[in-house]
């Protein structure tokens, strides 16, 4: 009996340890049974899904028409649209001379190149604002191309700019100008901050220099110069040309800019508006401000293709530094996507459709309601 006892004792434990052993065996087994199962159905399902993929054709997202533009660049062209902007202002008493195309053409290849996109943040801003600011200059019957120009060249349609010498809101008017004018400039109150007030003051400025000086231009000249200026400077001119007054002695650097910075603007709005589109195209550029003034010839020998980025250089033996840009800016070259500008482009066309079919996402122009 006591033999018995012994030989259960010691098979016991033996019986339960490997007891033990078969039941993780097996479950070990069934689970990579299991698994063999899951995965086999994972992957049945992933080739069924790729069956199904294959058999349904991919709607891509649809992009927005394509128009292929033309960005007016050439002299000649702009010079055209001069003429064809002071037909419809009326402009009897100041004429479009090589000066006056030279110097617009500069700024405007500097909005739409160089500072493109500054150029276009500006635009942006000026949303908000622009609809009714045409319509205060409308009412007092100026054109809304000036409605567009003044608060771009004055302030970037910035409503809180405030120039060193203490010019205040987006038309930069001076204390006594805008009292002279009828706004509130007080400690607590200045309405040189209120856009619509502004404005409609900007516009009863321009309206009244208009009648004086017969002219748009000699007014927006006024503008920034100031009445008495203006005066001085056609009294010891010749003739109502841009040449005559951009050698005058009674303005200063800026002030002479002044007229060709407002009618780059002017023509940036018309083109945008003619090609019905939301902002400057993008243009890739290789460009260089020059701080000393270099003859042509000098240039041309480094740069060959310097009068077909440069407009404003044909005719001019050699370069004039402007105050506004700080020196004279070169554009050394243009890419309109990844493709460069070179022997493609003719000497009085920059077509980016004709060139290159380059394709350019537009929008429907939202200056104006």
Request: proline share 3%; with cysteine.
């Amino acid at each position: 009996m006591k033999k018995k006892n012994k030989i259960t004792k010691l098979l016991y434990p033996g019986i339960i340890i490997f007891l033990g052993i078969f039941s993780l065996f097996y479950a070990f087994k069934s689970n990579s049974v299991n698994k063999h199962v899951y995965y086999t159905k994972q992957n049945n399902y992933h080739d069924n899904r790729q069956k199904i993929n294959h058999s349904i054709p991919i709607i891509k997202k649809q992009k927005a028409p394509i128009t292929q533009i033309k960005w007016s660049f050439s002299r000649e062209e702009l010079k055209k649209e001069l003429l064809n902007l002071f037909n419809e202002w009326g402009e009897m008493s100041f004429f479009v001379d090589e000066d006056l195309v030279q110097h617009v053409c500069y700024f405007y290849k500097y909005y739409s190149l160089r500072n493109r996109a500054n150029t276009n943040k500006t635009i942006i801003r000026s949303k908000k604002y622009l609809p009714q600011i045409i319509d205060i200059f409308k009412n007092q019957g100026v054109p809304e191309d000036i409605a567009f120009a003044i608060p771009y060249v004055e302030s970037s349609f910035n409503n809180n700019a405030r120039s060193k010498s203490k010019a205040v809101g987006m038309f930069q008017f001076m204390k006594r100008t805008a009292r002279e004018y009828g706004l509130r400039v007080r400690r607590n109150t200045d309405q040189r901050k209120n856009f619509k007030k502004a404005a409609n003051a900007c516009a009863s400025y321009i309206k009244k220099n208009k009648n004086l000086f017969a002219s748009f231009v000699l007014s927006l000249g006024s503008y920034h110069h100031g009445t008495g200026a203006v005066i001085k400077v056609l009294k010891t001119s010749k003739d109502r040309s841009f040449r005559s007054i951009f050698k005058s002695r009674y303005l200063g650097k800026y002030s002479k800019e002044y007229i060709p910075q407002c009618l780059a603007a002017v023509l940036i709005y018309r083109f945008l508006k003619k090609q019905n589109l939301k902002l400057i195209p993008e243009m890739k550029i290789n460009s260089k401000k020059i701080i000393k003034s270099i003859s042509i010839k000098h240039l041309k020998n480094k740069y060959p293709m310097i009068h077909r980025f440069n407009p404003d250089l044909k005719g001019v033996s050699k370069t004039y530094l402007y105050a506004t840009t700080k020196g004279y800016v070169l554009i050394k070259k243009i890419s309109i996507n990844k493709n460069e500008i070179t022997e493609h482009l003719s000497s009085d066309k920059f077509d980016c459709a004709k060139n290159f079919n380059a394709g350019i996402y537009t929008e429907s122009f939202s200056f104006i309601r």
